[in-house]
């Protein structure tokens, strides 16, 4: 364990006078306080001491001027940032850590009107869960390189995943996941393609969840679920027993693993999830899977269509790894060798050797036999990426430090070949508590080793105070020679959870909308029912009480300077962005109606509400497309 009275640990907080002690001893003993946290590790710290390399100091103030963009300047790596509970994706530049853009996914968003649109609400399947929990985002992939095409999303409060398409930044597609509660861990199929997005289920739940068998625990379980990329829709579950963390992908294309940390299944609390000394890494055999699928080899649960196959320990189509006690992230390396399996609640992360993965499956080995290094690095490891030169880099929650170590000298280590701690290059502190982090194209084969993110869960003393609630601290270091070095703190606001960088060659955003587009297919079907052309009239249609209006809009004007509709109407307006220029979005806002949306080049958006209020309703475009911006605008009269 830390040892308090370790004169070479940082000070923090040396100026407050009033700091309880535990605060000025250490920034890696920031959550010190929790005894909670602290006994749950227990025993596990005992004789780390010997094996902890000295930490490296974060120095802010050098070698930054080498990764600023300046401006006019463009960065070199796209950054797609969960929003957490805000439930959206932000792109971030990097190295700049300029936010560039926040693409509404699970949220309702002003700006854009998506959640308000009939477009966006067709994608949100007119789902009144508004509210979600983005955690792991993720690009699609071919040949285990980053394609371009897709990032997908996972929302663990209403148990959804959605794709957002990379053309135009927008969500285009979300999946609500049947029969299982809290879609947590994602990743892709990496090889030939990504045919299938991985969903892990984090809480068992009864079968069936209907009030009948709550106390029940032996009914409780939770799945594995594959999600075609396309469309959108669940291919297949495994049931498992236990529950299900982080997942990931191999570099083959055959398998798929994810970690464990409630062993036990029916552990319902703290106590109950913990129970066990070693829990396990249940590792998924897709073409067996997806011949038992084939075969008629799987079960329905009520009130769903997709096929469930049994994967509990025994069933030929997954294996179980025991690893030690509650394994967290889960983590493959560019050369697609190893998987990391990294500890939490101990300091060791096991590497397994997925080559085994074959014998394993029939019958040669023992799952043990698949271990290739287990090796300890610190207090609370959660994440490892990669850099591509043979280095792993391991975030160590409860020490708030980057461990960054060496795979081939840890399995030397594991061996017999080796101290206890040589595997370790360098510890840096960062801060504080750090959670997921990423190198740049690290998750796939084209790891390039020039910077790692560590996103870290604290941020206190580390920039202005703004109040009880504090941002997130995204810490981006520098990893291209031998020594980490801390290049940027940059606040984020709750609750960024993991990310991924992919360097710009592999993105290539649209500058307008194509008339064609899907994503408006439904209104363009609409728009030639009613008889109108969408790039040149400007109409009213009545149906009964439901008006639909047509308009164009060039900056600086839309077609219609006024409508008249009837008090108690139904209301929509359609309006097609008739400009080609990049960068001259219009909007349209009904003032006092909570209407608002954008309307890129050459796109079409529809919206609709209600006419509740009699006499002049005034609309405008709320985004500056033009020097004459304010001037455009026009009426809603609404007759009695």
Known sequence: MIDPN????????????????????????????????????????????????????????????????????????????????????????????????????????????????????????????????????????????????????????????????????????????????????????????????????????????????????????????????????????????????????????????????????????????????RDHLVIFNIERIEAAVAAGDFIKLPGSDVPVVNGRKGSKLTAYVPVPKSPHGINTAPDGKYCVVNGKLSPTVSMLEIAKFDDLFAGKIEPRDTIAAEVELGLGPLHTAFDGRGNAYTTLFIDSQICKWNIEKAIEFYKGNGAKGSYIEQKLDVHYQPGHNHTTMGETRDADGKYLISLCKFSKDRFLPVGPLHPENDQLIDISGDEMKLVHDGPTYAEPHDCMMVHRSKVKPAKLWTRDDPYFATTRAMAKKDGVTLEADNKVIRDGNKVRVYMTSVAPAFGMNEFNVKLGDEVTVIITNLDMIEDVTHGFCMVNHGVQMEIGPQQTASITFMADKPGVQWFYCNWFCHALHMEMRGRMLVSV
């Open 6 to 277: 370790d004169k070479s640990l940082p000070v923090v907080d040396a100026e407050d006078k009033n700091a309880s002690e535990h605060v000025k001893m250490s920034r890696r003993l920031f959550l010190g306080g929790s005894t909670a946290m602290v006994g749950a590790v227990g025993a596990i710290g005992a004789g780390l001491g010997s094996m902890m390399s000295s930490p490296v100091l974060a120095d802010t103030h050098k070698n930054t001027a080498v990764h600023s963009v300046g401006p006019g300047e463009l960065d070199e790596y796209y950054g797609f940032w969960s929003g957490g509970h805000s439930g959206e994706v932000r792109i971030i530049g990097v190295p700049s850590m300029r936010e560039l853009m926040r693409i509404p996914v699970f949220n309702i968003d002003s700006a854009t009107g998506y959640g308000l649109t009939n477009e966006s609400k067709e994608v949100l399947n007119q789902t009144s869960h508004l509210a979600g929990d983005s955690h792991h985002p993720h690009m699609s992939m071919t040949d285990g390189q980053y394609d371009g095409k897709y990032v997908f999303i996972n929302d663990k409060s209403n148990s959804r995943v959605a794709r957002i398409r990379c053309d135009i930044m927008k969500t285009d597609k979300i999946c609500e996941v049947p029969n299982v509660q809290a879609i947590h861990g994602l990743r892709v199929q990496k090889v030939p393609h990504t045919k299938y997005v991985f969903a892990n289920a984090e809480f068992v739940i009864p079968h069936p969840n209907d009030g009948s068998n709550m106390d029940d625990t032996e009914a409780y379980y939770t799945m594995f679920s594959a999600i075609d990329a396309e469309s959108m829709e669940v291919s297949w579950q495994v049931i498992v027993d236990g529950n299900l963390d982080n997942t990931d992908a191999d570099y083959t294309g055959k398998y798929a693993f994810s970690t464990c940390y409630n062993s036990p299944g029916e552990g319902l609390d703290l106590a109950g999830t913990m129970r066990n000394e």
